[in-house]
């Protein structure tokens, strides 16, 4: 098995006090099984493939964001067409300046949660503006997305009731539908009041908030990778109006819509 620092087609575009973030293009078909030598996230930005671990295997399309930690082994297949990745890795000298221990993050993750996947396009997004202030910015953030990984590790350790998992299928399928509270309790053959109660303990939000940050994200990928107007986009994700799409896409991301697309190009 062979250790890889990157893969494909390389093109390096930040060095940072312990954190490598690259935009890689992946050439080959297949990448037989190897490891990296760092923990490591990466998010799909155009094309497919397929990856396989030592515990199962994941059909990637694009905005799927995997973390890997460190001697991980996995494999690559990749579809046809161009396929790219935006890279983040992170080595030692940044763990032990954060006093971070990696082992107590997962081997392998596909991770799906709104508020851990906003984080990182976030720093996809700092990665593009990078400024004076953007080294501490992505610092800050990355700190705050091992912090809310841990949180989502405690809470699955704990056992969450089966209702939690079938709740976030069902808004993840569907973000933009208008659900009521009546509807989704009867849904998960729960009591209304139990449900409103309970949301905030597993998914660390608000109702209205978990569903906007879907919405967001539902957007990010087709401001960055496609050609539809921003007021397609707002009806498209379900928003009221565009300017309702705009304060809540601040509100995530710091930047208007906009904004995002002219740095993501």
Known sequence: MDSLNLI????????????????TEYKDEFVDWHYHENPHFTLLTLGNIKQGTRRETYECSPDTLLFHNSQEPHYNVKAAGITRGFQLEIDATWYRKFEVDPHHLPAVARITRPNIRL?????????KIFDAGSTLTIDSLLLETFQSMGVEIETSCAGS???????????????????SLQELSSELGLHWAHLSRAFPKYFHCTFGQYVRKLKVEKSLAMLRGGSQSIAEITFTCGFADQSHFIRCFREFTGITPRAFRQISK
Do not use: M, Q
């Open 8 to 23: 494909g087609l390389d093109n390096p575009n930040r060095s940072l006090d312990g954190i490598t973030i690259t935009e």
């Open 119 to 127: 984080l990182f396009y976030n720093i996809y997004k700092e990665s």
């Open 161 to 179: 009731p089966r209702w939690v998992r079938k709740l976030d299928e069902l808004l993840h399928d569907d973000p933009d539908r208008p659900f």
